[in-house]
């Protein structure tokens, strides 16, 4: 082959390690935003906590917002595999304060296909809060742990330091429900080799004795090796009647049944009558299956809001959360000395201050897209935060990312771990997207919307007569919802109701 040149003209986007960064920061969470604030502050010498901070951020917010386009998101998405807003080159901040300015896969699927379902996230739903001043975070105070309380009690005992010492082996060997994790031989073949068998069999005695110890402990419960044991144990400590050792019995050997509400199958296997049998469950269902929930560490289930919804006259507006955002500036006395030096030597010096100027750059313009597109959906679903989700509106990303100029991979990562106060409590930001359901009148109904309707319905039902799915589907169809039976059985498995026969009162 005789050797040429060619001249080709082409165009591709340069994914330059600032866009790179954009793109990262855009999808992280509040928590490992923080991180990453953390980590650049220990790496670079020019960028410092702001912390003194008092005036507006004016000069934050005149930063111009310059969005990846929709050609280069996907070609990012193919060399990168991420995709997000890209900063302006020319940016220069020396000072910024972010501050307060602001799974299933459904049936009748959603119109994207790089998402597939709505995942909900728990909340704290009092609707009770001031619209004009929204405090939707419960900042519970860190009580102690269950180790720590029962440690508390076991120095009141005064018991033996051996026995104690096999106590405190138990306590340690405790989950967060406040059960034994390991069993006793399990415990023992940990401590003691296999070549010493005696020493085994006086140190299982010892935990059976510690055990008994350690299960008259409060709260009533810990120390069971399953549910059974642990029902059991507050049973035995409720006052003796004929109803208590019904349960007893029941929770020794019939628990499924009264799981499948088979009352037929508990008066066979306890000789009792159907009102002892009630009078039983009432007891049952009365007693707490995890004794160690109480001490679960209330912040670990907290949900720092990014963006909060507050009431403006007839509308509603979307503030940045001012907690969340971090308040970094250049270090004045580094950048001059940079300035007046201006040598060879410098120039990695001069990186560096461009580096921390990058950086904050970036993250105004995470909070600045976080805040549009969380305006775009309030905007779209007005009537959720007036009515609750039964007046959610069918949406999908498609339609947020054509109404912004952005790609809807941006909006993807946007609504991905970030989270909305609201006063219906704190919801990600994708609860607010879902698909369509047909409707007689030829109009959509929204998923979210379906499924608060059927938690309606199934809240109003009689116990004795718990509806079916079907009855469910024939509901919503006369109230002109097609739904077909299968998919409100998935809607129900997700709102994490129970079918009918589990529903049914004895």
């Given amino acids: 082959m005789k050797p040429s040149l060619q001249v080709r003209l082409s165009q591709h986007l340069a994914l330059t390690p600032q866009l790179q960064q954009s793109i990262r920061l855009l999808q992280l969470s509040t928590l490992e935003l923080?991180?990453?604030?953390?980590?650049?502050?220990?790496?670079?010498?020019?960028?410092?906590?702001?912390?003194?901070?008092?005036?507006?951020s004016a000069q934050a917010s005149s930063l111009p917002e310059r969005p990846v386009t929709r050609e280069q998101?996907?070609?990012?998405?193919?060399?990168?595999?991420?995709?997000?807003?890209?900063?302006?080159?020319?940016?220069?901040?020396?000072?910024?304060?972010?501050?307060?300015?602001?799974?299933?896969?459904?049936?009748?699927?959603t119109e994207r296909d790089d998402f597939d379902g709505i995942r909900e996230t728990p909340s704290n739903r009092?609707?009770?809060?001031?619209?004009?001043?929204?405090?939707?975070?419960?900042?519970?105070?860190?009580?102690?742990?269950?180790q720590d309380h029962l440690r508390q009690q076991l120095l009141g005992m005064r018991l033996d330091p051996t026995d104690a010492a096999a106590v405190m082996v138990l306590i340690e060997s405790l989950d967060e429900d406040g059960y034994l994790a390991d069993s006793l031989?399990?415990?023992?073949?940990?401590?003691?080799?296999?070549?010493?068998?005696?020493?085994?069999?006086?140190?299982?005695?010892?935990?059976?004795?510690?055990?008994?110890w350690l299960q008259h402990m409060e709260p009533t419960g810990v120390g069971a090796r399953n549910l059974c044991e642990c029902l059991s144990l507050q049973l035995r400590a409720l006052p003796r009647s004929e109803a208590q050792i019904i349960a007893l019995m029941i929770c020794k050997g019939s628990l499924d049944a009264l799981a499948r509400r088979d009352i037929k199958k508990l008066m066979a296997a306890t000789g009792a009558d159907e009102e002892l049998i009630k009078q039983a469950q009432s007891l049952i269902v009365a007693l707490e299956p995890k004794p160690g929930r109480p001490f679960v560490r209330a912040e670990a289930n907290i949900v720092?809001?990014?963006?909060?919804?507050?009431?403006?006259?007839?509308?509603?507006?979307?503030?940045?959360?001012?907690?969340?955002?971090?308040?970094?500036?250049?270090?004045?006395?580094?950048?001059?000395?940079?300035?007046?030096?201006?040598?060879?030597?410098?120039?990695?010096?001069?990186?560096?201050?461009?580096?921390?100027?990058?950086?904050?750059?970036?993250?105004?313009?995470?909070?600045?897209?976080?805040?549009r597109v969380s305006q775009a959906i309030v905007e779209r679903q007005k009537n959720f935060f007036t009515h609750g989700e039964i007046a959610m509106k069918p949406l999908v990303l498609r339609e947020i990312a054509d109404e912004l100029g952005l790609h809807e991979s941006t909006i993807s990562r946007v609504t991905t771990a970030k989270y909305?106060?609201?006063?219906?409590?704190?919801f990600e930001l994708k609860y607010f997207f879902g698909s369509s359901l047909n409707t007689d009148a030829g109009g959509n109904a929204s998923s979210t919307a379906v499924r608060a309707l059927i938690k309606q319905l199934v809240a109003a039902e009689d116990a004795r007569k718990p509806l079916s799915?079907?009855?469910?589907?024939?509901?919503?169809?006369?109230?002109?919802?097609?739904?077909?039976?299968?998919?409100?059985?998935?809607?129900?498995?997700?709102?994490?109701?129970a079918p009918a026969n589990l529903r049914k009162s004895l």
């Fill in 304 to 371: 720092v809001p990014d963006v909060i919804v507050q009431k403006s006259g007839r509308n509603w507006k979307v503030v940045l959360n001012p907690d969340v955002m971090p308040k970094l500036r250049i270090n004045d006395l580094y950048a001059q000395a940079i300035k007046q030096h201006r040598s060879g030597d410098s120039q990695g010096l001069s990186a560096r201050l461009q580096e921390a100027r990058w950086f904050m750059k970036n993250i105004q313009q995470r909070f600045e897209t976080i805040q």
């Fill in 34 to 56: 923080h991180q990453e604030v953390e980590q650049m502050l220990e790496q670079n010498p020019f960028l410092e906590p702001d912390d003194d901070y008092a005036g507006e």
């Fill in 469 to 497: 799915d079907s009855q469910l589907s024939q509901m919503l169809e006369e109230q002109g919802i097609q739904v077909a039976r299968r998919t409100v059985a998935k809607y129900r498995e997700a709102l994490k109701i």
């Fill in 185 to 212: 031989d399990a415990i023992v073949a940990e401590l003691v080799p296999e070549d010493d068998p005696e020493a085994r069999e006086e140190l299982l005695d010892r935990l059976q004795c510690a055990l008994r």
């Fill in 420 to 426: 909305m106060a609201t006063p219906f409590g704190t």
């Fill in 126 to 146: 009092n609707g009770a809060a001031d619209e004009d001043d929204v405090d939707p975070i419960d900042r519970a105070s860190p009580g102690i742990s269950l």
């Fill in 73 to 109: 998101s996907q070609t990012a998405d193919a060399e990168h595999n991420e995709g997000g807003d890209a900063p302006d080159a020319a940016a220069s901040v020396d000072s910024v304060e972010f501050g307060a300015t602001e799974r299933d896969d459904w049936e009748n699927g």
